[in-house]
């Protein structure tokens, strides 16, 4: 049975498979690698993932989620109309999704996956991944971080001799820098920096706030509908302006009953505006390079990430380092064709067998201390330090402060901070001690970061109790209840039936049109979702080819005069009926 990889982005997921020699992407049912991480409850109750659901937010934004997974591994609930979903359960929808695509590609049944995540994710986030695998039917063989991922695939289609590069993976609502050296057949990470809230989105956020301002408009009053139009429009700008020929500039326009509102952006006004964004990547690469002795001596820089190709990142970072660095040729697939690389170094497959990959923690975990009986501010005793190699283990001894004290609690943390509460708490863990004078009792914490970069305590005590099972976050704790609710929920919601992609996504594209504008724009869209429904109910497969290819064309002079002032009359739409 095959083996995949899954990037599942914030914005994009895809998957790979290593087979004949290679790292092969799998398209999805539209025949695209990219499947957008969004998904929409229809109204029949079917859940719609991809470019089709995307197409929702702005038709449908009440019932249409995007961007979760920068809520991996949290407490929040996102709305989909009355029902509501964890963020590994929608995360599971895509997998879902994703899944139903590979094997109907493939041909055979897959169950097993190797999912990359962003080096930066807390135990929390990655505990959250592995689960959404879970309810989607997989079973999680490796998590790779995406950074490690893409410098697997960069040196390995590359070759190239000994090098100590940089990898700075800037997608849509995460950034991952690191320091990767390769010798021989040994690819080593040696440091990773990273911000998980920092990424395209913010660019677009800063476009959209920036259009409110120069309009006079308020964001608050604007409703959903409108606000996924301004953020559509955002992306689309930034995009444009970075396309190979270079557009000198791009438009937004909103219309608000007879108001029309709008911003022109130039690539020197998004460098303005991106600046802020680029101050935080700054701080995230020079955190890698301290953490990393002579990464001051970086040969190459390597650029992943849909947001690498943004023209004025580019520049951004060539005034930093004094030379442009290489965006990889297809920097939002990168990620993906590393972890199918990944699946095959896993599978074994012969030609692969005698690369090695190593992977450093992100960051320090440790346990809360206290100086004694009165403290009431912990600080860190941290077991595994930031940039450990992976896999790692560690322990330490912690004596009692009370006489005949009965237990020893311990706070799990991850961070930097000195005093714990200013740190990520994963869980705890609690052991009996023997009664005896204040400090005779002592309980051993060992603390193991597997090559997942997922966290292992455990705690024996002088008396002989041991623990190893975290108190953590029940619903992301493998096994037990909350799982199996989960699952039972998670089995019961179906996807759309297979084949009808193409077709919803192009109904979703004209409703997404009528819902964007007025007048006659308006009602040329009306008369197409009309149409092509008409098509659809009478079930001729030669008429619903044509009226798919219909679709397409005037869906496109749509979209073209859809900020344009009301529509010339050469572009009517008429029924060929
Ligand atoms: P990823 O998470 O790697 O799929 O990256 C998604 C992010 O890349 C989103 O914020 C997109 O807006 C951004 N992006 C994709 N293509 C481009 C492009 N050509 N220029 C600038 N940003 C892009």
Request: with cysteine; glycine share 8%; net charge negative.
């Given at each position: 049975m095959?083996?995949?990889?899954?990037?599942?982005?914030?914005?994009?997921?895809?998957?790979?498979?290593?087979?004949?020699?290679?790292?092969?992407?799998?398209p999805n049912e539209l025949g695209e690698y990219k499947t957008s991480s969004v998904v929409s409850l229809m109204e029949d109750g079917t859940i719609l993932v991809g470019a089709a659901a995307k197409e929702r937010l702005i038709s449908h934004p009440e019932t249409t989620a995007a961007s979760f997974k920068v809520w991996m591994g949290t407490e929040r609930s996102i709305s989909l109309g009355t029902r509501s979903f964890k963020p590994e359960e929608l995360s599971s929808?895509?997998?879902?999704?994703?899944?139903?695509?590979?094997?109907?590609?493939?041909?055979?049944?897959?169950?097993?996956?190797?999912?990359?995540?962003?080096?930066?994710?807390?135990d929390n986030q990655r505990c959250a991944t592995k689960l959404a695998a879970q309810l989607a039917g997989l079973t999680v063989k490796r998590l790779i971080n995406e950074p490690s991922a893409a410098a697997l695939y960069h040196r390995h289609s590359t070759?190239?001799?000994?090098?100590?590069?940089?990898?700075?993976?800037f997608g849509g609502g995460t950034l991952d820098v690191s320091i990767v050296e390769c010798f021989e057949n040994i690819i080593e990470i040696t440091a990773i920096?990273?911000?998980?809230?920092?990424?395209?989105?913010?660019?677009?956020?800063?476009?959209?706030?920036?259009?409110?301002?120069?309009?006079?408009?308020?964001?608050?009053?604007?409703?959903?509908?409108?606000?996924?139009?301004?953020?559509?429009?955002?992306?689309?700008?930034?995009?444009?302006?970075?396309q190979p020929r270079n557009a000198p500039e791009a438009t937004i326009v909103l219309r608000q009953g007879e108001d029309k509102y709008s911003l022109t952006l130039t690539n020197s006004l998004l460098r303005q505006l991106c600046e802020p964004v680029f101050r935080k990547v700054r701080e995230v690469i020079t955190r890698a390079m301290k953490d990393r002795e002579h990464a001051d001596k970086i040969d190459d820089v390597i650029l992943v990430g849909g947001s690498a190709r943004l023209t004025v990142f580019g520049d951004y970072l060539e005034e930093l380092f004094g030379r442009r660095p290489e965006v990889?040729?297809?920097?939002?697939?990168?990620?993906?064709?590393?972890?199918?690389?990944?699946?095959?170094?896993?599978?074994?497959?012969?030609?692969?067998?005698?690369?090695?990959?190593?992977?450093?923690?992100?960051?320090?975990?440790?346990?809360?201390?206290?100086?004694?009986?009165?403290?009431?501010?912990?600080?860190?005793?941290?077991?595994?330090?930031?940039?450990?190699?992976?896999?790692?283990?560690?322990?330490?001894?912690?004596y009692t402060l009370s006489d005949?004290?009965?237990r020893l609690r311990f706070e799990i943390y991850q961070g930097e901070g000195y005093y714990a509460s200013e740190n990520l708490k994963l869980g705890e863990l609690e052991v009996r001690v023997p009664?005896?004078?204040?400090?005779?009792?002592?309980?051993?914490?060992?603390?193991?970061?597997?090559?997942?970069?997922?966290?292992?305590?455990?705690?024996?005590?002088?008396?002989?109790?041991?623990?190893?099972?975290?108190?953590?976050?029940?619903?992301?704790?493998?096994?037990?209840?909350?799982?199996?609710?989960?699952?039972?929920?998670?089995?019961?919601?179906?996807?759309?039936?297979?084949?009808?992609?193409?077709?919803?996504?192009?109904l979703e594209t004209a409703l997404r049109i009528h819902a964007q504008t007025i007048g006659e724009c308006r009602e040329q869209a009306?008369?197409?979702?009309?149409?092509?429904?008409?098509?659809?109910?009478?079930g001729d497969p030669i008429r619903l080819g044509k009226a798919r290819r219909e679709m397409k064309k005037r869906l496109a002079v749509l979209e073209i005069y859809l900020y344009a002032d009301p529509l010339s009359e050469e572009f009517r739409f008429d029924d060929d009926e």
């Open positions: 095959a083996m995949i990889g899954i990037d599942l982005g914030t914005t994009n997921s895809l998957a790979c498979i290593y087979r004949n020699g290679r790292a092969e992407l799998i929808l895509v997998l879902k999704q994703i899944l139903q695509d590979v094997q109907r590609y493939l041909g055979e049944p897959v169950e097993e996956a190797i999912i990359s995540v962003p080096a930066y994710f807390n070759g190239g001799g000994d090098s100590r590069m940089m990898v700075i993976d920096a990273g911000n998980n809230r920092l990424g395209g989105n913010d660019i677009d956020h800063a476009i959209v706030t920036c259009f409110c301002e120069q309009n006079g408009l308020s964001m608050e009053e604007l409703d959903s509908s409108a606000r996924s139009v301004l953020y559509r429009q955002a992306e689309e700008v930034k995009i444009a302006l970075s990889c040729s297809n920097p939002d697939e990168t990620v993906a064709l590393g972890v199918g690389l990944c699946a095959g170094i896993k599978e074994r497959a012969e030609e692969l067998e005698d690369i090695v990959m190593t992977d450093v923690c992100p960051f320090s975990l440790g346990v809360a201390t206290y100086n004694d009986n009165r403290d009431k501010n912990p600080h860190m005793a941290f077991l595994i330090q930031r940039s450990s190699m992976l896999p790692a283990s560690h322990q330490d001894n912690f005949n004290q009965q009664p005896a004078p204040a400090g005779r009792q002592y309980a051993t914490v060992t603390f193991t970061y597997d090559i997942d970069g997922i966290l292992h305590v455990s705690a024996r005590s002088s008396g002989g109790d041991y623990r190893d099972r975290l108190i953590l976050n029940p619903r992301l704790q493998p096994g037990g209840m909350a799982l199996q609710q989960a699952y039972e929920r998670i089995s019961q919601i179906r996807l759309a039936a297979q084949g009808t992609q193409e077709d919803q996504m192009l009306a008369e197409l979702i009309q149409y092509f429904e008409r098509c659809r109910a009478d």
